[in-house]
């Protein structure tokens, strides 16, 4: 537990509050596998809080697809001066982490909102200093959708496994289009954890907007949904969220 008194300091007993609630109620609701629960602290809670080392002080955060509150919930644990916002789509999810952030008193400094990434881009709480992800998808859909809720400067911190230079190579070039600055593997938690973490830094560089359909495709679009008997209007697509 060397490794996670150094992480959480103070607050380590606020961590293991969290640690009892991930591997009670979050495997009950099918958050994290039963089999995680006997190395929920290196596996998950020391793995997420070594990134805080690469988050300034006073830092406004989103994380993206928060699940069960990795990594966002212990950032807020381990960082008391961050202002952070949880974004995740599913209703099941979101009563999870609702719960556990009035069961661990952090109602002060974090928020959880249901919705996609895309829900969040372009008002409260974006742009934000930092958007952190955990285990969503490759580089280039990530970028795609965190990048917009980033300020201008800010960075993407993707908490990503061996294959993270790899991805690089292959989604460089799209990251680049998205406004991203080149990619950089940083490892958090040297000497504290074996691996350390492995986390994307992403910069944004430039703000990019993204392009409409053309007006042949809305035109052709339009077409095929008013001359389809029976058609869905627009508006009307099914809700996919849980």
């Not at 212990?74 to 979101?94: G, K, N, Q, Y």
């Not at 990530?142 to 292959?170: D, T, V």
Request: glycine share 14%.
């Amino acid at each position: 537990m060397a490794a996670a008194e150094r992480v959480f300091g103070e607050r380590l007993e606020l961590a293991g509050r969290f640690a009892e609630l991930l591997v009670t109620e979050g495997v009950v609701r099918g958050l994290i596998g039963p089999r995680e629960a006997p190395r929920v602290w290196e596996r998950h809670l020391i793995n997420c809080g070594v990134m805080s080392e690469m988050i300034p002080v006073g830092a406004s955060v989103i994380d993206v697809g928060s699940g069960a509150g990795l990594p966002g919930i212990v950032l807020a644990v381990a960082r008391p001066d961050l202002t952070i916002t949880l974004v995740e789509p599913l209703a099941r999810r979101t009563a999870f982490l609702s719960e556990a952030v009035t069961a661990l008193g952090l109602d002060s400094t974090v928020t959880v909102l249901r919705g996609r990434a895309e829900d969040v881009a372009g008002g409260p709480p974006a742009p934000a200093d930092v958007v952190t992800a955990r285990a969503v998808a490759p580089l280039d859909r990530l970028a795609g959708w965190c990048l917009p809720l980033a300020a201008l400067g800010g960075r993407l911190l993707a908490l990503k496994g061996a294959s993270a230079e790899e991805e690089i190579a292959e989604h460089r070039d799209e990251i680049a289009r998205l406004g991203g600055g080149d990619p950089t593997v940083r490892l958090c938690g040297a000497g504290l954890i074996d691996p350390p973490a492995t986390v994307v830094e992403i910069v944004r560089e430039r703000l990019v907007v993204a392009p409409g359909p053309r007006s042949s495709q809305r035109t052709a679009a339009q077409g095929r949904s008013s001359g389809a008997a029976g058609g869905r209007g627009p508006g009307k697509r099914r809700s996919r969220r849980g």
